[in-house]
């Protein structure tokens, strides 16, 4: 059962600062009706002295955004987990720096998804079947863990180190990782788009949510759907075979429109 939830948004000190400025202008684009306890992860700053912007990330209902700081170590799922450590809330939903939201109602897509999968379930914004273990033959499915939506114990069950790059990725694709963990245990994962449509995995390459079609359903964008969006015809094709092998699915764009959509991003739209 879903009793709180935590929307956890990572700032590294160092960040471009639209960044964090397209995250917040992408919240008050796309709303949502659902309460949430916003926490500001400031990784790597002096303990204390919040963000400039910290103050403005307010939800509807009033709440304004707490900043928990934390060492600049380790990676993105080093401060996740140090954070998610640290909270009461019985559910999280994890962004990186470059995390722009695409749809309004987002965070009543990722809880329809959530009680249509059970309670043992992960849901995300994108996922691959990309394989990168060498006993894990291809196709092998797996979410990405950045815009992920879980139960937060569930989340810190894992024992798994995350001290470099390696352990980190083998965390999000590997056979002892988030995925295929929750699979093998009886549980399910899957992605939501921005339409609300819930894709389980045998479906990714036609979701049109990461590196398929033009990512028309991508309810959450980052910086790696953002290089599909601005890659030549080329670029576009490789990465969705890379993600999805034959059934790779690929919308081509103009030069012209690609120009635009990297001009509309480094100006901090919420673009895909």
């Not at 304004?64 to 559910?91: C, E, K, M, N």
């Not at 609300?196 to 759907?225: C, F, K």
């Amino acid at each position: 059962m879903i009793e709180s939830i935590a929307v956890l948004y990572l700032l590294r000190n160092g960040n471009n600062p639209l960044w964090l400025k397209a995250f917040l202008q992408s919240l008050r684009k796309h709303p949502t009706s659902v309460n949430y306890v916003p926490i500001l992860i400031h990784k790597g700053f002096v303990s204390g002295v919040a963000h400039s912007l910290a103050s403005t990330w307010i939800t509807e209902n009033g709440l304004r955004a707490q900043s928990i700081f934390v060492p600049d170590d380790g990676f993105d799922l080093t401060a996740y987990r140090t954070v998610a450590s640290q909270l009461a809330s019985s559910h999280c939903v994890f962004f990186n720096s470059y995390t722009r939201i695409l749809g309004s109602g987002w965070l009543e897509a990722y809880i329809q998804a959530y009680s249509e999968l059970g309670d043992h379930s992960a849901i995300g914004a994108t996922g691959s079947w990309r394989s990168v273990e060498s006993d894990l033959p291809f196709p092998s499915p797996h979410l990405r863990t950045t815009a992920i939506f879980l139960r937060r114990e569930l989340f810190l069950s894992f024992a798994n180190p995350f001290d470099t790059k390696e352990q980190c990725i083998k965390f999000e694709t590997g056979a002892n990782g988030l995925s295929h963990t929750i699979l093998q245990s009886g549980g399910r994962i899957a992605v939501v788009g921005k339409s609300g449509r819930i894709w389980e995995p045998e479906n990714w390459p036609e979701a049109r949510t990461y590196y398929s079609g033009d990512q028309e359903e991508l309810l959450v964008s980052d910086n790696r759907t953002h290089e599909y969006q601005i890659a030549k015809p080329r670029g576009r094709q490789r990465r969705s075979e890379a993600a999805w092998g034959p059934r790779a699915n690929v919308t081509s764009r103009s030069w012209i429109y690609r120009r635009y959509v990297d001009w509309q991003w480094k100006r901090g739209y919420a673009v895909p």
